[in-house]
C-alpha cells in the first residue's frame, strides 16, 4: 500500500533538492506533479484540490524555516498537510466512566469486520481490559460461528445467540427472509450488552450485518442497533482495497450513522492507498485503526504522522 504514492512523491523532491535556488515556477511544477501523484493513487478529486491549495498557498507564502533549505521546507508541508488530511492527531478509544464501554461495529460485507473484532478484543485484553464480543451480525451465512471462531483465537468471550428452530434449519430459506433462525439482532445486541454488564466485562465489542452494497434496509438496522445499545464509539470498517468507492460508502454510513472512528482494512494489500487517505477529510472523522493482514496480531493504531512519514520515506 503507499508505495507507488512513496515513490512518486519522493522522486518529486528529489529533482527539487539538486537546485540551489527554489522559484515560484518549481513550486508550480512540484505541486502539479504531487497532484497527478494523488490522483493516480486513487486520492478523491476534493481532497486533491485541498491537499495542493494548501501547499501552493504555504509553499509560496512567507513560511521561511531559517534551518531548512527551500526543497526541505516543501517536504515539511507536504508531510504536515498530509498529517491533516489523515486526521491529525492519534485518535483513542474513549471509554465509558460506567463500563462497560460499547464499541459497534459498521461497514460493508467482507469490508473486514469480523477480522477486526477479533484484532481489537485481542489488543484490548493486552492492554489489560476484559473486553466480550457480541454477534448481532445474522444477515451473512456463518458470520456468528465465525465471530465465534475469532473470539477463541483471541482468548474473549463471544456473546451469541441462540438458533431457535435447529430442527429442521433451512439455511437458504432462512437466509432469504433474513432471521437465519436466530431472532432479530437489534434484541441480540442489546442483550449482548447486557450479558457484558452482568459479567462485568469492562469493553463490549457489537459486531453488526453488512449488505454488499448500501441499502436503505442495512443502514436502519444499523441506526437501531445504535438507538438500542448507545454505542460510546462506533467504529465504520472500511476495505482500503476499494478505490474511489469508499469514499461514496463512507459518506453513506456518516449519514446514516454519524461513526465516530473508522478503521482501514486490508492495508496489507497492494491497492494504491488514495481512497484510504480521502476517507477522513471527506467524513471529518478520524482514522483510529488499521487492520494489515488475516491473523489476531496484524493490527495497530494509526498514527497519521507515521502514516505520512511512512509515505514521504
Ligand atoms: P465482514 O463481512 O465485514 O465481517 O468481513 P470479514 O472479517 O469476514 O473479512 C472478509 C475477508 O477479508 C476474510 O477473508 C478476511 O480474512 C479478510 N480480511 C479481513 N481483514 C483483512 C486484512 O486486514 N488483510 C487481509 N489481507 N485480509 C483481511
Same mark, same amino acid.
Given at each position: 500500500?503507499?508505495?507507488?504514492?512513496?515513490?512518486?512523491?519522493?522522486?518529486?523532491?528529489?529533482?527539487?533538492?539538486?537546485?540551489?535556488?527554489?522559484?515560484?515556477?518549481?513550486?508550480?511544477?512540484?505541486?502539479?506533479?504531487?497532484?497527478?501523484?494523488?490522483?493516480?493513487?486513487?486520492?478523491?478529486?476534493?481532497?486533491?484540490?485541498?491537499?495542493?491549495?494548501?501547499?501552493?498557498?504555504?509553499?509560496?507564502?512567507?513560511?521561511?524555516?531559517?534551518?531548512?533549505?527551500?526543497?526541505?521546507?516543501?517536504?515539511?508541508?507536504?508531510?504536515?498537510?498530509?498529517?491533516?488530511?489523515?486526521?491529525?492527531?492519534?485518535?483513542?478509544?474513549?471509554?465509558?466512566?460506567?463500563?462497560?464501554?460499547?464499541?459497534?461495529?459498521?461497514?460493508?460485507?467482507? +469490508?473486514?469486520?469480523?477480522?477486526?473484532?477479533?484484532?481489537?478484543?485481542?489488543?484490548?485484553?493486552?492492554?489489560?481490559?476484559?473486553?466480550?464480543?457480541?454477534?448481532?451480525?445474522?444477515?451473512?451465512?456463518?458470520?456468528?460461528?465465525?465471530?465465534?471462531?475469532?473470539?477463541?483465537?483471541?482468548?474473549?468471550?463471544?456473546?451469541?445467540?441462540?438458533?431457535?428452530?435447529?430442527?429442521?434449519?433451512?439455511?437458504?430459506?432462512?437466509?432469504?427472509? =433474513?432471521?437465519?433462525?436466530? =431472532?432479530?439482532?437489534? +434484541?441480540?445486541?442489546?442483550?449482548?450488552? &447486557?450479558?457484558?454488564?452482568?459479567?462485568?466485562?469492562?469493553?463490549?465489542?457489537?459486531?453488526?450485518?453488512?449488505?454488499?452494497?448500501?441499502?436503505? &434496509?442495512?443502514?436502519?438496522?444499523?441506526?437501531?442497533?445504535?438507538?438500542?445499545?448507545?454505542?460510546?464509539?462506533?467504529?465504520?470498517?472500511?476495505?482500503?482495497?476499494?478505490?474511489?468507492?469508499?469514499?461514496?460508502?463512507?459518506?453513506?454510513?456518516?449519514?446514516?450513522?454519524?461513526?465516530?472512528?473508522?478503521?482501514?482494512?486490508?492495508?496489507?494489500?497492494?491497492?494504491?492507498?488514495?481512497?484510504?487517505?480521502?476517507?477522513?477529510?471527506?467524513?471529518?472523522?478520524?482514522?483510529?485503526?488499521?487492520?494489515?493482514?488475516?491473523?489476531?496480531?496484524?493490527? &495497530?493504531?494509526?498514527?497519521?504522522?507515521?502514516?505520512?512519514?511512512?509515505?514521504?520515506?
Amino acid at each position: 500500500m503507499f508505495n507507488s504514492l512513496s515513490d512518486r512523491l519522493t522522486g518529486t523532491f528529489r529533482n527539487l533538492r539538486g537546485k540551489g535556488r527554489i522559484t515560484d515556477s518549481d513550486v508550480n511544477m512540484t505541486i502539479k506533479e504531487i497532484r497527478i501523484a494523488l490522483l493516480d493513487a486513487d486520492v478523491a478529486l476534493p481532497v486533491v484540490r485541498h491537499f495542493t491549495s494548501q501547499v501552493r498557498e504555504r509553499a509560496l507564502g512567507a513560511e521561511v524555516h531559517e534551518a531548512l533549505n527551500p526543497a526541505q521546507q516543501i517536504v515539511k508541508i507536504v508531510n504536515e498537510e498530509l498529517v491533516a488530511i489523515l486526521g491529525g492527531e492519534t485518535r483513542r478509544i474513549t471509554f465509558a466512566k460506567q463500563p462497560p464501554t460499547v464499541i459497534m461495529l459498521a461497514g460493508l460485507q467482507g +469490508s473486514g469486520k469480523t477480522t477486526l473484532a477479533g484484532k481489537l478484543a485481542y489488543w484490548l485484553k493486552d492492554q489489560g481490559h476484559t473486553p466480550m464480543l457480541v454477534a448481532a451480525d445474522l444477515q451473512r451465512p456463518n458470520a456468528v460461528t465465525q465471530l465465534e471462531v475469532v473470539g477463541q483465537r483471541a482468548g474473549v468471550p463471544v456473546y451469541a445467540p441462540e438458533r431457535g428452530n435447529v430442527e429442521g434449519y433451512d439455511a437458504a430459506v432462512e437466509y432469504a427472509s =433474513g432471521t437465519r433462525g436466530y =431472532g432479530d439482532p437489534i +434484541s441480540v445486541a442489546r442483550q449482548g450488552v &447486557e450479558e457484558a454488564r452482568r459479567q462485568q466485562r469492562d469493553v463490549v465489542i457489537v459486531d453488526t450485518a453488512g449488505r454488499l452494497a448500501i441499502d436503505a &434496509e442495512l443502514m436502519q438496522q444499523a441506526a437501531d442497533i445504535k438507538d438500542a445499545i448507545r454505542p460510546d464509539e462506533i467504529l465504520f470498517v472500511i476495505d482500503a482495497m476499494i478505490g474511489q468507492a469508499a469514499v461514496e460508502t463512507a459518506e453513506a454510513f456518516q449519514r446514516g450513522l454519524d461513526f465516530t472512528g473508522v478503521v482501514l482494512s486490508k492495508l496489507d494489500g497492494d491497492a494504491r492507498g488514495g481512497a484510504a487517505l480521502s476517507v477522513a477529510e471527506t467524513t471529518g472523522k478520524p482514522i483510529m485503526f488499521a487492520s494489515t493482514g488475516e491473523q489476531v496480531k496484524e493490527f &495497530e493504531v494509526f498514527h497519521p504522522d507515521r502514516m505520512a512519514s511512512r509515505i514521504l520515506d
